[in-house]
């Protein structure tokens, strides 16, 4: 990441220098200079926030605060939810991580734990 910060402040240091840039904010207390010749007349959006958890770290922090931010479902599938999972996602990766299991995969009994499912578990 270090490296493609230092890339982008390079590239934007030379259109800069080609004078092909914006800047914003104000003169007397500073500006930011984008790499841009224009910036664009609609206001730009940013998505929501989608907090990355894993389900052991997600234990490990304890009860979630009073403030409850999106958070994708466990099972991976990339969609948004209020709590670990969408309806019936829950019994799609407890099935995926049983096959995984069954096969071998040591991860997978350590996923099913973490998850609570430890009771499940086939020794």
């Avoid at 840039?21 to 003169?27: I, L, M």
């Amino acid at each position: 990441m270090d490296a493609l910060d230092a890339a982008l402040a390079a590239l934007t240091g030379i259109l800069a220098l080609e004078r092909n840039f914006t800047t914003v904010g104000d003169p007397d207390e500073g500006v930011i200079l984008l790499p841009v010749s224009t910036l664009p007349q609609a206001k730009l959006l940013r998505p929501p926030p989608m907090a990355m958890t894993h389900p052991v770290a997600e234990r490990a922090a304890g009860p979630s605060s009073s403030v409850s931010l999106p958070r994708l479902c466990q099972c991976g599938c990339g969609a948004t939810v209020r709590r670990r999972f969408l309806p019936g996602h829950d019994a799609k990766l407890k099935s995926r991580l049983r096959r995984l299991q069954t096969a071998g995969v040591d991860a997978a009994t350590d996923q099913l734990r973490a998850l609570g499912w430890v009771d499940d578990v086939k020794s």
